[in-house]
């Protein structure tokens, strides 16, 4: 298991942040081979990073895509994730995924979550990970002010989840979420965190040294944190690794 700590870059600011995850992405497509299982996260910084990505002239055809987590909405709410990455990255004229496997967001958020857990172990080809085989090739996640990733929330009942790839987290915010689990996210090839602003610059220190819900990943790959200087604070604005 990698230290949670990982790699750090440091860029100037959110532009920089998203054109920088947007590059790391479409190099990683580059050499992709299907199925390469992608997780995207939710948020205003990835947003940014998925419209650059539209305009670019990418092969999609290898990829999958995945969600990290999802507000039990309908799928044209505003606040609807897949309704956020299919006006920027899906609009893309370029942009054909292999898959496009969203969170269920219909019947109830139990059967939902249910039927997203074995979407997942359908697409893997195995009711149980597998050490060395991971489940996703790259995953984004954010990195909110109290600590939490995906939808895995502070003093929730699903920290504790081992079982489960997605779970239903019915409180904690003003609608239920569906979210990956700690085991899901794990076995992930790599692990990117989009962190901006002076507000996450707490919550990052202590999720790289392992507190916060985001600290208790203990992923098989690599983990790569990219944060702007108001985030990574005064010290570490060298901007790198």
């Known amino acids: 298991m990698t230290d949670i700590a990982g790699k750090m870059e440091v860029v100037a600011d959110a532009d920089a942040l998203a054109q920088r995850a947007a590059e790391i992405i479409a190099e990683r497509l580059k050499t992709a081979k299907a199925p390469f299982r992608l997780v995207l996260s939710g948020g205003s910084t990835p947003r940014a990073a998925y419209q650059l990505l539209a305009g670019r002239d990418i092969d999609w ?5 995945f969600f990290s987590d999802e507000r039990f909405v309908p799928p044209d709410h505003p606040d609807s994730n897949y309704r956020m990455v299919r006006e920027t990255l899906l609009a893309g004229p370029d942009v054909t995924p292999r898959k496009l496997l969203a969170i269920p967001t ?32 790259l995953t984004l996640l954010g990195l909110g002010d109290d600590g939490h990733t995906a939808s895995l929330l502070p003093g929730q009942p699903v920290l ?9 987290v019915p409180e904690g915010r003003g609608e239920p979420r569906i979210t990956l689990t700690y085991p899901a996210l794990n076995s992930s090839e790599l692990i990117i965190f989009l962190v901006s602003g002076a507000a996450k610059r707490d919550a990052l220190a202590q999720a790289r040294g ?10 098989m790959g690599e983990v790569l944190w990219l944060v702007d200087a108001e985030a990574a604070g005064e010290e570490d604005q060298g901007y790198g690794f």
């Not at 504790?160 to 239903?168: D, G, K, P, S």
């Not at 392992?210 to 992923?219: D, E, Q, S, T």
């Open 61 to 65: 055809s290898c990829a999958e895509l």
């Open 106 to 137: 219909d019947g109830t958020p139990q059967s939902a979550a249910d039927r997203y857990d074995e979407t997942l172990r359908q697409q893997y080809g195995a009711s149980q990970l597998e050490p060395g085989v991971p489940l996703f090739h």
């Open 160 to 168: 504790q989840e081992r079982e489960r790839w997605a779970a239903l």
């Open 210 to 219: 392992g507190a916060l819900p985001a600290g208790g990943l203990k992923p």
